[in-house]
Structures are given as structure tokens and as C-alpha cells.
């Protein structure tokens, strides 16, 4: 059973830093599209960032550029998401999905495995 499992949400004031992880099993992050979405109550996902299959391409929308840096660990079958800057409006629920290519990355639908998501809050 394939499981996408977040970790290292929590509460942070506007400008600190946080470090999300994803630990898959069954699937490999190395053939995969890895991506994070995240989601705030009442609006649709949000594509965040997402890292492609080797050579590991990454993507970002334009309001994490710079701030936030995806990266994958293909020897422990792991994703992160280094959030630094952060700010009041990056509040959310964080999810990780993988899908088989980064075609429209930014886009919920298509992703075949998701996690059960992790909170961010950043306080002004």
C-alpha cells in the first residue's frame, strides 16, 4: 500500500522558518513527480512546488519563489519543502502528492497518491 506520510508542520512567526518532510513507501521518488499543495479551508488546493523524475527539475509557483526550496533524498525515499521567510499568508494545510511526470504540475487532478497533510501557521 503506497503512503505518502508528512511531518514538520507547526506554528511559526512571519519571517522563521520551517522544514516539511514526506516519507513514501512502495512508490520511488526518484521515478515520480513529487509535489506539495497546500490548502487553505474553503479554497481549492494550491500547487507550491514540485521536483521531477531524474535529473530532478524543480518548479515553483511565484509566491514561494526564492523563499522555498524543494529537494528529494532518492537513497531514503523522502521529499522536503525548506520554507524560510515565511509568511502570514503561507498559513495552510501541507500535502504531498506524486504523479508519474510534472506535466502541469500546478494541478491537483492527476496526482495518484497523497498524503494526510500537515499544518503551517505563521503568525504576524
Known amino acids: 500500500q503506497v503512503q505518502l506520510v508528512e511531518s514538520g508542520g507547526g506554528s511559526v512567526q512571519a519571517g522563521g522558518s520551517l522544514r516539511l518532510s514526506c516519507a513514501a513507501s512502495?512508490?520511488?521518488?526518484?521515478?515520480?513527480?513529487m509535489a506539495w499543495f497546500r490548502q487553505v479551508s474553503g479554497k481549492e488546493r494550491e500547487g507550491v512546488a514540485a521536483i521531477s523524475p531524474s535529473p530532478g527539475f524543480t518548479f515553483y509557483a511565484d509566491s514561494v519563489k526564492g523563499r522555498f526550496t524543494i529537494a528529494k533524498d532518492n537513497t531514503k525515499n523522502s521529499l522536503s519543502l525548506q520554507m524560510n521567510s515565511l509568511k502570514s499568508e503561507d498559513t495552510a494545510m501541507y500535502y504531498c502528492?506524486?504523479?508519474?511526470?510534472?506535466?502541469?504540475?500546478?494541478?491537483?487532478?492527476?496526482?495518484?497518491?497523497w498524503g494526510q497533510g500537515t499544518q503551517v501557521a505563521v503568525s504576524s
Open positions: 502528492a506524486a504523479r508519474p511526470n510534472c506535466q502541469f504540475w500546478y494541478h491537483s487532478t492527476g496526482y495518484t497518491y
Open positions: 512502495v512508490i520511488a521518488t526518484s521515478s515520480n513527480c
